[in-house]
């Protein structure tokens, strides 16, 4: 049986598309934590919880039971912030994996908080004083990119964008070299370039001051940063 023409040409510009992206991702590793596997009451294996510019006890982190989208899941939350100081970041992260250029995207959902509520990923974190965020806050209805130095956070870039809490969002970062691009449930809302840190780091996740905040399906793609 002869195969149609058009289904070969369009099976060919299907898999040229894909080429084509693979080439300038240039993907060498892909990592995932869904936290399915992880156990209950507890952290992800190689995780730490840290704080820049704590005020009071440090947050409590630990895989529990959750839905997403009406499925039962694990969920990697900050359960207790147990500091309501504005200045405060409560962060869990780890260097097990360094992630310099590629993409980083995570699922969140803001439970509560009364200062501040959302959240979202850090990467190249050099420590817990030093490192890129960028967040989502249901409170401000805004999604921002920042870096933190030396404690001190700046804002990079910010968009006005409506985040209902208490349902899932989904944040996606592409950085390659000083360019960082910030995307909502599949919307670019920021573009900006910033040099301040240059050298490959952790990953991990971040909330500020009393903000409560499930998050799910933590994923990088590490790509070749030489091309």
Same mark, same amino acid.
């Given at each position: ?114 200062? @501040?509520? !959302? %959240?979202?990923? #850090? /990467?190249?974190?050099? +420590?817990?004083?030093? &490192? ?6 249901? $409170? ?58 240059? @050298?490959? !780091? %952790?990953?991990? #996740? /971040?909330?500020?001051? +009393?903000?409560?905040? &499930? ?6 793609? $590490? ?5």
């Amino acid at each position: 049986m002869s195969v149609p023409r058009r289904f070969i040409i369009s099976v060919f510009v299907l898999l040229s598309a894909l080429f084509i992206k693979a080439d300038a991702f240039a993907v060498e590793k892909a990592v995932t934590w869904n936290f399915d596997k992880e156990a209950a009451g507890k952290l992800p294996a190689g995780w730490k919880v840290e704080v820049t510019n704590p005020r009071g006890n440090i947050a409590t982190w630990v895989v529990i039971s959750d839905s997403n989208d009406g499925e039962k899941t694990q969920v990697f939350a900050i359960t207790n912030a147990n500091d309501d100081f504005g200045g405060t970041f409560n962060i869990c992260w780890t260097d097990s994996v360094q992630f310099k250029d590629g993409e980083i995207e995570v699922r969140f959902k803001a439970i509560k908080g009364v200062e @501040d509520q !959302g %959240g979202g990923p #850090l /990467w190249r974190v050099q +420590d817990k004083y030093n &490192y890129y965020v960028a967040r989502a806050n249901p $409170l401000e209805n805004n999604f921002r990119v920042y870096y933190v130095k030396d404690g001190d956070r700046k804002t990079l870039d910010s968009a006005r964008v409506d985040v209902p809490s208490k349902k899932w969002h989904t944040i996606k970062i592409v950085h390659k070299g000083n360019h960082i691009e910030g995307y909502l449930n599949g919307k670019k809302y920021l573009d900006v370039k910033d040099s301040t840190f240059k @050298d490959a !780091g %952790g990953v991990g #996740l /971040w909330t500020k001051a +009393d903000a409560v905040t &499930y998050f799910d399906d933590l994923n990088l793609f $590490l790509i070749d940063s030489g091309k």
